[in-house]
């Protein structure tokens, strides 16, 4: 009683749902001491920290300077929107 049929096969594999944990998940080899100080000097580029805090000026802050959630949702989607147009949210 063996499924013979891939896509069948998938349907009932017991271990198609099965996610890797958040802490095992990606790539070792971005943890090297190379890649790590590549990041850490990323961190510190005024250019980067610029860009950031132009990024932060898309959302509409509140009189306490705070982002809301509905603004939050507002510019994510929008940013979803643009990074897949063909998606359908």
């Avoid at 499924?3 to 802490?23: E, G, W």
């Avoid at 939050?72 to 929008?78: A, G, I, P, S, T």
């Amino acid at each position: 009683n063996r499924i013979t049929q891939a896509d069948v096969a998938y349907l009932f594999n017991p271990d198609r749902d099965r996610v890797t944990p958040y802490f095992e998940d990606g790539d070792g080899s971005m943890y090297t001491e190379e890649n790590m100080a590549k990041r850490q000097a990323m961190r510190e580029h005024p250019t980067v920290i610029d860009a950031i805090k132009e990024f932060g000026e898309i959302y509409q802050r509140d009189s306490k300077g705070s982002v809301n959630e509905v603004e939050y949702k507002r510019v994510n989607l929008k940013l979803a929107q643009i990074l897949r147009p063909t998606s359908d949210v």
